[in-house]
């Protein structure tokens, strides 16, 4: 239930860092992005990721343990948007083809380098349940720069990539990232692929 007492239009003005974050599990590669991974420690480098339950990437992470951020930088095209937020990897194989220059790191887990500046591994050491999300709490094992670019910020994506909605364009659009539902209704309990964001961020497209 929304709390009355919280402008969302406030919480859009914390800074958000959009990365690309990856797993690995048996085989099985997937991938999903993300705007939650902060450093909170730097003997031993700590970081923490908040992850939505609802995708695979997240399963698969509570399992192994460990997990790669590639940070996203200002030249990052839309397609890389629409490949890892706009595509669930329980219905498709993200890394059938690894695009956007994957490798694979030392834990085993594709990472990517281009549109990216730096990528860091990470290994799990505690998970906190946070109801839609859960946080995990790794220590870094790797991390590695690629280039000085500018961090692709919430904002700059808002302002600079997102999709505006076609104008012909029928169903409900996404007021935190531009994705749009085609259907003339919405179902109550629908979750946005990119942004995790729930129905109560969707308005009509008229």
């Known amino acids: 239930m929304d709390n ?107 990472y990517l380098s281009e549109y990216t500046n730096a990528y860091l591994s990470g290994y799990v050491t505690e998970m906190i349940d946070l109801g839609s999300h859960t946080l995990f709490i790794a220590t870094v094992v790797k991390a590695e720069k690629f280039a000085d670019t500018a961090s692709l910020t919430y904002n700059y994506y808002s302002k600079n990539i997102k999709p505006a909605p076609a104008a012909q364009a029928k169903g409900w659009v996404c007021k935190i990232c531009g994705y749009v539902y085609e259907g003339e209704e919405l179902p109550e309990d629908f979750i946005c692929p990119l942004c995790k964001h729930p129905a109560t961020d969707f308005e009509k497209i008229v």
């Open 4 to 110: 009355p007492n919280i402008n969302k239009e406030a919480m859009f003005k914390l800074s958000y860092g959009l990365s690309v974050l990856t797993a690995e599990d048996e085989g099985k590669d997937n991938g999903c992005i993300i705007n939650t991974c902060i450093q909170v420690a730097e003997n031993p480098t700590v970081v923490v990721i908040a992850v939505n339950k609802d995708g695979l990437t997240h399963d698969m992470i509570a399992k192994t343990k460990k997990f790669n951020v590639s940070m996203l930088d200002e030249s990052t095209p839309l397609s890389v948007f629409e490949h890892f937020g706009f595509q669930s990897g329980r219905t498709v194989n993200k890394f059938e083809n690894p695009v956007y220059g994957a490798k694979k790191s030392e834990n085993g887990v594709y």
